[in-house]
């Protein structure tokens, strides 16, 4: 799954992963972002697994070895 990583203006680092609308987390860097994105989307996954909501195809392949 695509992450995006951006610093802000603020020096604070934002990611995003773009197939799944509004999981965005701050980090002080660029891993602490990445760390707090993919800790979120792996929640909002299970939560719509869970719930038998739709999962964005490309969410697939972060259970895929």
């Known amino acids: 799954m695509q992450i995006e990583l951006e610093r802000e203006e603020d020096g604070r680092w934002i990611g995003e992963v ?3 609308p509004g999981v965005v987390a701050y980090g002080a860097t ?3 972002a990445r760390i707090k994105v993919e800790a979120l989307a792996f929640r909002v996954i ?3 697994i ?3 909501e739709p999962v964005p195809p490309e969410a697939h392949r972060v259970f895929a070895a």
């Open 18 to 20: 773009p197939a799944l």
């Open 30 to 32: 660029e891993e602490e």
């Open 46 to 48: 299970a939560d719509r």
């Open 50 to 52: 869970e719930h038998g």
